[in-house]
């Protein structure tokens, strides 16, 4: 059995890495050979300490992702969020290999937002916007600047002492941020990113301009919220998988309107293989959905393994 601990994950991935394998990730969720499970939530003795299984296979891949987020770590200076992923053998069924992936998860998260801006927002996107100042929320404005020429990032945070600290984490990254009021900083945006554990609307429809990109990246649990419903209802609507996405992501919130054809709801990856339309006009508002899906975490984990292998045999 094949085993990379926290440590090796954390030392190997990269950005270019998590990029590649969520794009391929994405688009290998659209074809017939592939299955995404239901993702089973559950939580510890404590209520509040809660994990996810999620689990799917492709045409060379299956296996499992074990998702955690334990609030009270933060308090004993240890991470609130980690991630392990089991790969199955595809012969025998037997576990083929573990990837410990806490840090990993943050990089896979973010790929995917990236991998959907690419396609989504404006070429000449400039203004970032991000809701939310955890280590998640760091990892979004990381990735999003690879893909678009951002000069501007602006930080909503809930409290200062919080946002302060979030601009000395991306100052140490070498990207400049501004503190900035809910209203103005999304009338600003170009593009909006929502990374938080919000269970109701961040901000108002109306402050979202013609032509902004919009992602969602922490509704991924029953309940979770972050985007309005009329901001939905308004905008050209993607996601990693929509009938996950509509169980358990933002389109829980209209899927009313998603089972009676009212919406649209398209799956990314056909967008990225040109399948599907993605930005139609300079004026569209789209909105990306990312509850995160198993195979994201597969093909992560099968990259790291081969770039493990490639360290050991390179001299």
Same mark, same amino acid.
């Given at each position: 059995?094949?085993?990379? !601990?926290?440590?090796?994950?954390?030392?190997?991935?990269?950005?270019?890495?998590?990029?590649?394998?969520?794009?391929d990730?994405?688009?290998? !969720?659209?074809?017939?050979?592939?299955?995404?499970?239901p993702a089973?939530?559950?939580?510890g003795?404590? $209520?509040?300490?809660?994990?996810?299984?999620?689990?799917g296979?492709?045409?060379?891949l299956a &296996?499992?992702?074990?998702g955690?987020?334990?609030?009270?770590?933060?308090?004993?200076g240890? $991470?609130r969020?980690?991630?392990?992923?089991?790969?199955?053998d595809? @012969?025998?069924g037997?576990? @083929?290999a573990v990837?410990?992936?806490?840090?990993?998860?943050?990089y896979?998260?973010a790929?995917?937002?990236?991998?959907?801006?690419?396609?989504?927002?404006?070429? #000449?996107?400039?203004?970032?916007?991000?809701?939310?100042?955890?280590?998640?929320?760091?990892?979004?404005?990381?990735?999003?600047?690879?893909?678009?020429?951002?000069d501007t990032?602006?930080v909503v !945070?809930r %409290?200062?002492?919080?946002? /302060?600290?979030f601009?000395?984490?991306?100052?140490a990254r &070498?990207?400049?941020?501004?503190l900035?009021a809910?209203?103005?900083?999304?009338?600003a945006? #170009?593009?909006?990113? %929502?990374a938080?554990?919000?269970?109701?609307?961040?901000?108002d429809?109306?402050?979202?301009?013609?032509g902004?990109?919009?992602?969602?990246?922490?509704s991924d649990?029953?309940?979770?919220?972050?985007? $309005?419903? /009329?901001?939905l209802?308004?905008a050209?609507?993607?996601?990693d998988?929509p009938?996950?996405?509509v169980?358990i992501? /933002?389109?829980?919130?209209?899927?009313?309107?998603i +089972?009676d054809?009212?919406?649209t709801? %398209? +799956?990314?990856? @056909?967008?990225?293989?040109?399948?599907?339309? &993605?930005?139609?006009?300079?004026? #569209?508002?789209t909105?990306? #959905?990312s509850s &995160?899906? +198993?195979?994201?975490?597969l093909?992560?984990? @099968?990259?790291?393994?081969?770039?493990?292998?490639?360290a050991?045999?390179? $001299?």
């Amino acid at each position: 059995m094949r085993y990379l !601990a926290e440590a090796d994950s954390a030392a190997l991935i990269t950005e270019d890495l998590a990029y590649t394998a969520a794009r391929d990730a994405l688009i290998a !969720a659209t074809r017939p050979q592939s299955e995404v499970f239901p993702a089973v939530l559950g939580h510890g003795s404590d $209520p509040r300490n809660r994990f996810t299984v999620k689990s799917g296979a492709s045409q060379q891949l299956a &296996g499992v992702k074990i998702g955690s987020y334990w609030p009270g770590n933060a308090d004993l200076g240890v $991470p609130r969020h980690n991630s392990v992923i089991l790969l199955l053998d595809q @012969d025998l069924g037997r576990i @083929d290999a573990v990837v410990e992936a806490g840090v990993v998860n943050a990089y896979r998260t973010a790929a995917a937002d990236a991998v959907a801006a690419s396609v989504l927002a404006r070429e #000449d996107a400039s203004t970032l916007t991000v809701f939310g100042t955890g280590h998640q929320a760091l990892h979004e404005c990381a990735a999003v600047t690879r893909v678009r020429p951002i000069d501007t990032i602006h930080v909503v !945070a809930r %409290t200062p002492e919080h946002g /302060e600290t979030f601009l000395e984490r991306l100052a140490a990254r &070498g990207l400049t941020g501004r503190l900035t009021a809910p209203e103005q900083a999304c009338r600003a945006a #170009d593009i909006i990113v %929502t990374a938080t554990t919000a269970t109701a609307p961040l901000f108002d429809a109306a402050w979202v301009r013609p032509g902004t990109h919009v992602a969602s990246m922490g509704s991924d649990a029953h309940g979770k919220q972050e985007l $309005p419903r /009329e901001l939905l209802q308004a905008a050209r609507l993607f996601c990693d998988l929509p009938e996950q996405a509509v169980r358990i992501g /933002e389109a829980q919130h209209i899927a009313d309107l998603i +089972a009676d054809s009212t919406l649209t709801l %398209t +799956a990314i990856g @056909d967008v990225l293989d040109g399948r599907a339309e &993605g930005r139609r006009s300079e004026q #569209d508002i789209t909105v990306f #959905d990312s509850s &995160g899906i +198993a195979l994201q975490d597969l093909f992560i984990a @099968d990259a790291l393994l081969r770039a493990a292998a490639d360290a050991r045999t390179t $001299p």
